[in-house]
């Protein structure tokens, strides 16, 4: 189905949260009680009855411009059929609320983020179920792109200059972007929670990143996901890699206007987990698991959405915190702690 390619376009693979000393809420999506709440406006935490377990599923958007509930309401109907559950859906105002709501046991599955996975583990509050793929690649990339016109030739021609990101938790928007500036010698001081010495930062979501760059001034570069920027450059200037290993490579590259260019390409990431809580019960854990990673792309479908509203991703594997010791190494170098809330 190679029209459902475009999907990476307006992905949300790419989220990263829960750091230590960031502080989160839910709220903000279509139905949604703003507080923590399921639609219902109770909050369901693996509770029994009669008939299906209850569950929440919570949902990070990582762009504006896409209803991600539209978008999960297959994968609810799939768990429902498959598992014996009922879902109700809940929508974070941000990355770090999602592990919030994990913790407290508002959430019982959730679509995370790396550091998500990593802070979750370290605390005992949620384990990976399954690894999102697209289009069977487990492996996505971070990149920094400027305007062909901005000036900026390398990494370090963005001291003292603008540089957009997505949100601050992001892992492919925003950390995997700092970590490329640190190791071209840029003084990322504080951030992503923080201020970074060498040039200004502007958080806020990948295609805000893109549009901003492309739009506004002063900023002269943008760090994102390269499901949001991949299409704008043209394919020569990608490494073999890239080409290699990204289901961005589907034809598109660089027929997006307008042209920028690529400043960086990071090592590849693994994909956003699907993570769910620990304290639920063994057996629904289980059976929810299972029913993910049995889940096809077809089972991913909504079928009242065009193709560029459709989920980023076409199905999940196995994986544990381990596949995460990438994001976890990134963290390090910037000197960012996890697990300690």
């Known amino acids: ?22 502080a989160g809420c839910t709220g ?27 569950l929440t599923f919570t949902l990070t958007p990582a762009e504006s411009d896409v209803d991600v ?3 999960y309401q297959p994968m609810f109907d799939y768990l429902e059929s498959e598992a014996d559950v009922s879902i109700s859906s809940s929508v974070a105002a941000d990355y770090a609320a999602v592990y919030s709501s994990l913790e407290s046991g508002q959430t019982d599955i959730a679509d995370a983020a790396p550091a998500i996975a990593i802070q979750s583990a370290d605390n005992d509050v949620a384990e990976v179920a399954g690894i999102r793929i697209a289009y069977g690649a487990a492996k996505y990339f971070s990149l920094i792109t400027t305007l062909p016109d901005s000036g900026i030739d390398e990494l370090a021609d963005l001291e003292g200059e603008t540089v957009a990101f997505a949100d601050r938790l992001s892992t492919s928007g925003s950390i995997f972007p700092l970590y490329m ?52 450059v043209p394919k020569d200037q990608f490494p073999q890699e890239f080409l290699d290993m990204s289901a961005e490579n589907d034809g598109d590259l660089g027929t997006e206007s307008p042209e920028l260019e690529l400043l960086s390409c990071s090592n590849p990431i693994p994909r956003a987990p699907i993570l769910i809580r620990s304290a639920l019960d063994s057996t629904v854990r289980s059976d929810v698991t299972d029913a993910l990673l049995a889940a096809t792309e077809e089972d991913l479908i909504n079928e009242d959405l065009g193709d560029d509203q459709q989920l980023w991703f076409t199905g999940l594997s196995e994986g544990t915190v381990e596949d995460y010791q990438p994001v976890r190494d990134a963290f390090d170098e910037l000197g960012v702690e996890l697990g300690n809330a």
């Not at 639609?39 to 029994?48: P, Q």
């Not at 001081?189 to 901003?212: K, L």
Request: aromatic share 4%; proline share 5%; charged share 20%.
């Open 69 to 71: 509930k539209q978008q």
């Open 1 to 22: 189905m190679a029209g459902r390619r475009k999907f990476l376009k307006i992905a949300g693979a790419t989220g990263i949260a829960g750091l230590t000393g960031l």
């Open 28 to 54: 903000g999506g279509d139905g949604d009680g703003g507080d923590g709440t399921s639609e219902s406006g109770g909050t369901t935490t693996g509770t029994t009855s009669s008939g299906p377990t209850e």
């Open 181 to 232: 500036l640190k190791q071209a010698g840029l003084d990322t001081g504080g951030a992503p929670n923080g201020t970074p010495n060498d040039f200004e930062g502007q958080w806020s979501d990948h295609s805000q990143a893109r549009e901003t760059l492309i739009n506004r001034d002063p900023v002269v570069a943008a760090g994102t996901g390269a499901f949001s920027t991949a299409p704008n």
